[in-house]
């Protein structure tokens, strides 16, 4: 190989697009780092941290909302990319909704009835309405951006699932924060703060991924 032939090589190497695959998870590392940095740098974990790692309750946040962030960061990998969709995938989401659900259902079980509307309301629901979905543009501006590259076969409900990885991606962060531990508090108010951001996806996917 002679040099004009190695540089034509090395041209052609590098004109070569960077693979979704490895841009997706180059968007999913900024938003999550962006959400962490607006998190530490604006709200912060709450004061008890140290005690309320040794509760099952405060523990359990964080079985549900980083599984189901990184499931549906995966669902959405495979909405942008048709040829490796499985309609089988999102049936993983089940598993931290399940478990959720489950909890909520014991919690019922281990406390008196008059305190259910009690834990339910808690005293954090307007921050939890406020917080997950302002830390959950950057992610989801960053999965929307990459997805921009892919072809969803559904821009609306690729767009949707992007909400709904970076709402539990925020949620993950609030949760350090958030001194509302029951599982009552959580499957109502997460939930809702969440369908926000979803919503948000939703209607962006629909008028952005469109190919």
């Not at 180059?26 to 962006?34: Q, V």
């Not at 690729?158 to 993950?172: H, K, M, P």
């Not at 969440?194 to 190919?211: D, H, K, N, P």
């Amino acid at each position: 190989m002679n040099t004009d032939q190695l540089i034509t090589a090395i041209v052609a190497d590098r004109s070569q697009p960077i693979p979704f695959g490895r841009s997706f998870r180059c968007a999913a590392a900024a938003g999550i780092a962006a959400a962490g940095l607006i998190f530490f740098a604006a709200i912060g974990p709450r004061q008890d941290l140290a005690l309320a790692l040794d509760t099952w309750r405060f523990l359990l946040k964080f079985l549900i909302t980083v599984p189901l962030a990184a499931i549906a960061s995966l669902v959405v990998l495979g909405m942008g990319q048709p040829h490796k969709w499985t309609k089988s995938r999102p049936l993983l989401l089940l598993a931290p909704l399940g478990l959720l659900l489950i909890s909520a259902l014991f919690e019922l079980f281990m406390l008196p009835r008059s305190l259910w509307m009690v834990r339910l309301v808690g005293s954090n629901s307007a921050n939890c309405m406020t917080l997950i979905p302002l830390l959950a543009m950057m992610p989801l501006a960053a999965f929307l951006t990459v997805l921009r590259r892919g072809a969803s076969f559904d821009p609306g409900k690729t767009g949707a699932t992007a909400g709904l990885a970076a709402a539990a991606i925020a949620a993950s962060f609030y949760a350090l924060n958030c001194f509302d531990d029951s599982p009552l508090f959580v499957v109502t108010w997460y939930p809702l703060a969440s369908s926000i951001v979803v919503a948000f996806g939703y209607l962006l996917g629909r008028r952005i991924l469109r190919w």
